[in-house]
């Protein structure tokens, strides 16, 4: 099956600033979903993305589907305590199992 | 909405014992997975159910892990003989459709320490 790959791995960010993750393929996605895990919970549904070029905003985050529908990004505006936790992208194999990718954990300094 | 319970929270055994991990998913929910997630290796897919029947079990590590799902609100995951390298978090997740369309709803995990 395909790979999804996250970088960076880890993001230490200064509260207040900004920061984007990313989602990466070799093959074209059908769709992929982001999941957000707080550290010592479960990962929790966020957004799912379709259609090429689409994007999405969710309060300060805004999710990004590749034209290519190869890749795709969140970033996260004015970077809050609250932001901190591990962001997975998960896509669909050609199985049509849902892999996930190995997270960016974000650390917010205050 | 109770969302999709796991129990136990926490479960700690000596290797060579018996394992059974428990879920119940969001009713209505045609869907169950159960998922490990280690440092080492992220999130895995174990096996999942479709209307209570194994779909996929090709995750499922060895012959040691079997899965059951009897009924629609009730599934285990079982480990017998259980191993240090099994220590981890388990987590069961539902989903209205298939994994390929429909999000995954998570439960709190079962954090598995096999010692």
């Known amino acids: 099956g395909q790979q999804v790959m996250q970088i960076p791995q880890y993001q230490h960010v200064q509260e207040g600033e900004d920061f984007t993750t990313y989602c990466n393929s070799s093959?074209?996605?059908?769709?992929i979903q982001w999941y957000k895990q707080r550290p010592g919970g479960h990962p929790v549904f966020l957004i799912q993305?379709?259609?090429?070029?689409e994007v999405k905003k969710q309060k300060r985050l805004t999710f990004q589907f590749g034209e290519a529908k190869k890749n795709s990004s969140l970033h996260i505006t004015a970077t809050q305590t609250t932001d901190v936790g591990t962001y997975f992208c998960?896509?669909?194999?050609?199985?049509?199992?849902?892999?996930f990718g190995a997270g960016t954990q974000v650390v917010v300094t205050p | 909405d109770a969302g999709v319970i796991q129990s136990p929270r926490h479960e700690v055994t000596e290797m060579g014992q018996e394992v059974t991990l428990r879920c119940k998913p969001i009713?209505?929910?045609?869907?169950l997975f159960w998922y490990r997630q280690t440092m080492m290796r992220g999130l895995e897919l174990l096996i999942y159910?479709?209307?209570?029947?194994?779909?996929?079990d090709s995750g499922m590590p060895e012959d040691r892990f079997s899965a059951k799902m009897p009924n629609a609100s009730f599934s285990t995951l079982k480990i017998q003989p259980s191993e240090p390298r099994d220590s981890a978090v388990y987590f069961c997740?539902?989903?209205?459709?298939?994994?390929?369309?429909?999000?995954?709803?998570f439960g709190n995990g079962t954090r598995l320490t096999v010692t």
């Open positions: 093959t074209t996605l059908s769709n």
């Open positions: 998960a896509a669909t194999d050609s199985w049509g199992k849902l892999q």
């Open positions: 993305l379709v259609k090429s070029g």
């Open positions: 159910f479709n209307n209570n029947v194994p779909i996929d």
């Open positions: 997740a539902s989903s209205l459709a298939g994994q390929a369309t429909s999000p995954l709803h």
């Open positions: 009713s209505g929910h045609d869907y």
